[in-house]
């Protein structure tokens, strides 16, 4: 069965500085997605980035990018820029065609910034 | 813009009680999805569905009923509820059936209490 662990309950950082968050992932299917979503206090599920597991490049957007590692089965975030909006909780997802549908997360992670 | 709307937004149940939580969608998605959220666990799927009238189970069916009557309602019913239903509901959305590079479309959630 595939799982998603992500090993950091929190984190903190000060803003304007750079943070990475972790996560880690198993499986044995070769064709799926990654995914980092965000949870405000207000609790919506905002997607923040989304990666293809057969596309090397790393996707980005804006002060948001990934560090896929394939093989190390390893998807971590990285927010530059940190901004006091930012504070939330992430999970990191996966989600392949054999499942559903189904999105698979972690545990999350409770970002705080620090002014 | 109403996307995906969850009522209620909070309840507090009795052990026993039944009760519906709503979902719908004005995005004529065909696909609709059930978590649930739990401190340190993630989110978890409860069931999902890929169109009107077809309903599967998700990693935690029991004690939940779902139906799919139209394409833009996906209740999900507790026959009775327990203490360990306690938890954060959403409900979320996709255009087709769960296709994997699909974005989720995510409800504000539903925070359920069984006392």
């Known amino acids: 069965a595939q799982t998603v662990t992500q090993s950091q309950p929190e984190m903190s950082v000060q803003e304007a500085e750079t943070v990475t968050l972790s996560c880690t992932y198993d499986?044995?299917?070769?064709?799926?997605?990654l995914f980092w979503y965000k949870q405000p206090p207000s609790r919506q599920m905002i997607l923040v980035i989304r990666?293809?597991?057969?596309?090397?490049q790393n996707a980005t957007e804006n002060r948001f990018s990934v560090n896929f590692q394939k093989a190390a089965k390893s998807f971590s975030l990285k927010i530059s820029d940190s901004q006091l909006g930012d504070a939330a909780m992430y999970f990191c997802a996966y989600r392949s065609n054999n499942q559903g549908g189904k999105l698979i997360f972690g545990q999350g992670t409770e970002l705080s910034v620090k002014p | 813009n109403a996307g995906v709307t969850q009522t209620p937004k909070f309840q507090v149940l009795k052990t026993g009680q039944s009760m519906t939580l709503q979902c719908a969608q004005d995005m004529n998605h065909e696909y609709m999805s059930w978590y649930r959220q739990d401190p340190g666990m993630g989110l978890r799927l409860i069931h999902y569905s890929v169109g009107a009238g077809i309903t599967d189970q998700g990693e935690v069916p029991n004690g939940y009923n779902v139906s799919r009557s139209t394409t833009e309602d996906f209740p999900l019913r507790l026959l009775s509820a327990a203490p360990s239903q306690t938890s954060v509901y959403f409900c979320?959305?996709?255009?087709?059936?769960?296709?994997?590079?699909?974005?989720?479309?995510f409800g504000s959630g539903t925070q359920l209490s069984v006392l």
């Open positions: 979320a959305s996709s255009l087709r059936g769960g296709a994997v590079w699909e974005k989720l479309f």
């Open positions: 499986t044995s299917e070769s064709d799926y997605y």
């Open positions: 990666q293809e597991a057969y596309k090397q």
